[in-house]
């Protein structure tokens, strides 16, 4: 009887911490993931020309990625959970509904941080991704505390993801050139507009609670055109990619693809309109970043 006691909670505890887990997956909506990795993993395939192929190097990128994202999100959620939990667009987020506690999201952040730090050693003898992970994790944390001083706290979000081809090229092949800055400048004026046309849900919160944001400072329409020239910048970034890293036809489609895309995005989202957002933000952009990465591979392999 005692042993059937033991299995049964056992059992409970097994199935609380998966409960505890699908949470936390929700909370930092790691199915987004999809915005940054796919960049990621072009920059590789590009670099894959210069050097080597190493089944490792492949497996160091995604858990890069994914840990980096997770401890950035997880952290976010942390310091943002009393403004969260104002708001009513967000109040019922995780932590502020209180289906997670803050110390389990610490302690999720925490394993996160230190997997990232792990996975950079896959680059070994490499050791430049070891060196530069604690600053970069550092940056991507700060990106939480933008709002609270500069309105283009959406740039820095920008700049967190721009970020993930410069650090591949460096763990590939220990240098930087024009071919991952391009691919940088591409994710940094993609995301600063969609971000910006996301906050715009929030412009009437943010001036309330006196948080910096471009649609609380700009006003909607203003912002609304700041985001679609950021998506001209980065369809003209695109375009100087193909050039330089000698892509071909089929890249040059899926310029011309996500041009449409964007303009599509831009379609549905008015100033007097915001209920499609989240249609913009979240399905138009990861067909964006899958699509150039399938449309990229192809490119270089056929």
Not at 21 to 37: D, G, Y
Not at 104 to 112: A, G, H, I, K, N
Not at 170 to 185: E, F, H, Q, R
Request: charged residues 10%; hydrophobic residues 55%; contains cysteine.
């Amino acid at each position: 009887m005692e042993q059937s006691f033991q299995m049964a909670g056992s059992r409970v505890s097994v199935s609380k911490m998966l409960l505890n887990v699908r949470r936390i997956l929700e909370m930092i909506r790691f199915s987004h993931t999809l915005f940054a990795l796919p960049f990621a993993l072009l920059a590789a395939c590009l670099a894959w020309r210069q050097v080597p192929f190493q089944a490792q190097h492949l497996l160091g990128i995604i858990l890069a990625m994914v840990f980096a994202r997770c401890t950035a999100m997880a952290f976010n959620r942390l310091v943002d959970r009393h403004i969260d939990a104002g708001n009513p667009r967000t109040a019922l987020r995780h932590i502020p509904a209180g289906t997670l506690s803050v110390t389990s999201v610490t302690v999720f952040t925490t394993v996160c941080c230190v997997g990232f730090v792990l996975s950079t050693l896959l680059f070994l003898p490499n050791w430049l991704p070891l060196v530069l992970s604690v600053p970069v994790l550092a940056f991507l944390c700060g990106y939480s505390f933008a709002k609270r001083f500069t309105i283009w706290c959406h740039y820095w979000l920008a700049a967190a993801l721009m970020l993930s081809p410069i650090a591949v090229w460096i763990a590939l092949c220990g240098t930087v050139t024009a071919t991952p800055l391009l691919l940088a400048s591409v994710i940094f004026f993609w995301v600063g507009g969609f971000d910006i046309i996301y906050a715009c849900q929030d412009a009437d919160f943010d001036r309330q609670k006196r948080l910096h944001s471009i649609p609380a400072r700009m006003g909607v329409p203003g912002a609304l055109r700041l985001a679609a020239l950021s998506h001209v910048l980065m369809l003209v970034c695109l375009g100087g990619l193909w050039y330089e890293a000698h892509m071909h036809l089929i890249f040059g489609v899926g310029v011309i693809a996500v041009a449409i895309l964007l303009i599509y995005e831009h379609s549905l989202v008015r100033p007097d309109d915001l209920t499609r957002v989240n249609l913009a933000f979240f399905h138009v952009n990861s067909l964006i970043s899958v699509g150039l990465l399938v449309l990229g591979i192809a490119d270089l392999w056929l």
